[in-house]
């Protein structure tokens, strides 16, 4: 199955229950990362990696980033796979049972796309392809798009900030359950 500039998170383990004593938790990163897709599937990883380094970096850091005040890792899936061979991939990588079900962050057509494989799953809905807000602010109240072109060298995209959003989304639920 083909995703057009799709994207999926599934958090593993910690999205949406946090105990006080976890530390980390990965992210599955499910975008186009081969095929016509792929540039824009990097661009949404861009966004996604950028809100993970603006808070609770500490020395000797070996995390990809943070969200919520945790140590977060990013594994990446890529979003061409078959349905049912991304839904397998990202419960491998989550180290989940086969019939446990995910915690899904993703945009409707994506959810719509897996047709049913997600029954069971905790779910946050997305728009991965709206443009981001005129006055977009980074989480510590920079200008968004001259902080990310800082950062990565070239001007966000909606992609990036289709990534963007997702990460601060999994922040503020992290953070309020940490």
Do not use: C, W
């Amino acid at each position: 199955m083909k995703f057009v500039l799709s994207a999926m998170v599934i958090a593993g383990g910690l999205l949406f229950a946090t105990s006080a004593s976890a530390h980390s938790f990965d992210t599955i990163f499910v975008v186009p990362v081969s095929g016509s897709q792929a540039q824009a599937g990097t661009q949404a990883r861009d966004g996604f990696m950028f809100a993970t380094r603006e808070r609770d970096a500490h020395p000797n850091e070996t995390a990809d980033g943070h969200l919520g005040g945790l140590d977060v890792y990013l594994r990446l899936v890529d979003g061409n796979a078959a349905a049912a061979d991304v839904v397998a991939k990202a419960r491998e990588l989550a180290g989940r049972a086969a019939d446990d079900a995910p915690r899904i962050v993703a945009p409707a057509a994506i959810l719509e796309a897996l047709n049913g494989q997600t029954e069971g799953a905790e779910l946050i809905v997305i728009d991965l392809t709206a443009p981001a807000p005129a006055n977009m602010s980074t989480m510590d109240g920079r200008p968004f798009g001259a902080a990310f072109e800082a950062a990565f060298g070239y001007a966000p995209t909606p992609a990036v900030f289709a990534g963007y959003a997702a990460a601060r989304q999994i922040d503020t639920v992290v953070r309020a359950n940490n």
